[in-house]
């Protein structure tokens, strides 16, 4: 996928095109959903010829943070499944950091939060199971980087999006 940008001068415009590598990128808590919702998601956006990343594109032996980073940078769209454990993994809040900052750099950058079986509000407010959670990671990480986690939360669960529960299915396509 391309996109576009112009850059003007006083005297003169100038075009660059800036090639993203996937349209999609899909973050998710892979015990919670892995098996069920994201591969129904994921299918889905493979189906209709979206370029998905999710996890299992890692090359083996690659440094995984590296090629988590990477592919965020080079993703236009990002689907965050939160789920009832999204918050218990470290790798998942340090994702959603790295989308935020991506976020705020780029506006053409959409983020679309998915509550699966979760309550929006218990994301935003760091309540359920998330403030279990949270208390753990106060006692073990840094509280600069709890922090970030907790306002990246905050910022995703604030952005309109779905929330799929037990009663009511989530229709993307």
Request: glycine letters at 2%.
């Amino acid at each position: 996928m391309a996109l576009s940008v112009v850059a003007s001068s006083s005297s003169s415009y100038s075009q660059i095109s800036v090639t993203r590598q996937y349209d999609v990128f899909i973050s998710f808590r892979g015990e919670d959903t892995r098996n069920s919702f994201t591969s129904h998601l994921h299918s889905a956006l493979r189906r209709n010829q979206i370029e998905t990343f999710i996890d299992y594109r890692i090359q083996k032996g690659g440094a995984i943070w590296n090629e988590l980073v990477e592919a965020i940078r080079d993703s236009n769209l990002f689907l965050v499944i939160f789920s009832e454990n999204y918050a218990s993994s470290k790798w998942c809040l340090r994702e959603l950091v790295e989308i935020m900052e991506c976020k705020k750099k780029n506006e053409n950058v959409i983020v679309i939060p998915v509550f699966y079986r979760i309550e929006p509000t218990h994301v935003r407010k760091q309540t359920g199971s998330y403030q279990k959670v949270f208390a753990e990671h106060q006692r073990s990480t840094d509280r600069k980087e709890v922090q970030q986690w907790r306002t990246a939360l905050t910022e995703a669960a604030n952005l309109s999006g779905f929330h799929c529960d037990y009663h009511r299915y989530l229709n993307v396509f």
